[in-house]
């Protein structure tokens, strides 16, 4: 017979989660947004990262806008 005892504890730290409510929105109000931004300054970065930074910040920018968090 084989017999096992398995002594643990388990340590639940609270997960809270943020989401953007994508269900009401003025469309057109963000269309209006997204097309003024210069999305062609994008090509004169050099480097990648200061690609993506510009583009994230645009978008959570837009984001934060018009949906809130």
């Given at each position: 017979?084989?017999?096992?005892?398995?002594?643990y504890?388990?340590?639940?730290e609270p997960?809270f989660v943020?989401?953007r409510?994508?269900?009401?929105?003025n469309?057109?109000?963000?269309?209006n947004?997204?097309?003024r931004i210069?999305?062609e300054?994008?090509?004169?970065f050099?480097?990648?990262e200061?690609k993506?930074?510009f583009?994230?910040?645009?978008?959570?920018?837009l984001f934060?806008?018009?949906?809130?968090?």
């Amino acid at each position: 017979m084989v017999y096992c005892d398995v002594k643990y504890s388990i340590k639940c730290e609270p997960k809270f989660v943020t989401y953007r409510d994508f269900n009401n929105i003025n469309l057109e109000a963000f269309d209006n947004d997204l097309y003024r931004i210069d999305w062609e300054s994008i090509l004169y970065f050099s480097d990648i990262e200061s690609k993506v930074e510009f583009l994230t910040s645009n978008l959570l920018s837009l984001f934060d806008l018009h949906y809130g968090l």
